[in-house]
């Protein structure tokens, strides 16, 4: 079974605000740092936005006062809001969860298998 399942992606046109979603049926958010990655063709996958388990938030850098993140704990239920859509954004976008460390480096135990965000100008 999946632990995590994302929705809500598609088409949309530079300055729309789609919300994917990304929700579960076994794990619990208040227990979990909880975030959503992107990867882009020809790139490598990097981390959009993050919130832990008690609600601390980080933002990268490139979406920034454009993006929020926010989680449901009731729900098992993480949005991610996009406004200021850019092409730029076109991506798989993931939701992940429970992060634990690799010789220093972040990384995390669960994965969605994407929904797909496209940006047309």
């Known amino acids: 079974q999946r632990q995590l399942v994302e929705s809500g992606g598609g088409s949309a046109l530079a300055g729309e605000s789609p919300t994917p979603s990304c929700t579960s049926p076994t794990l619990d958010f208040s227990r979990y740092s909880i975030g959503w990655f992107r990867q882009a063709p020809g790139r490598e996958r990097g981390g959009v936005a993050e919130i832990s388990h008690d609600g601390d938030i980080k933002y990268q850098d490139p979406v920034k006062g454009r993006f929020t993140i926010s989680k449901d704990n009731a729900k098992s239920a993480l949005d991610l809001q996009m406004d200021s859509l850019q092409p730029e954004d076109t991506a798989m976008y993931y939701c992940?969860?429970?992060?634990?460390?690799?010789?220093?480096?972040?990384?995390?135990?669960?994965w969605g298998k994407g929904t797909q965000v496209t940006v047309s100008s």
């Open positions: 992940a969860a429970g992060k634990f460390q690799v010789q220093g480096r972040d990384e995390f135990r669960y």
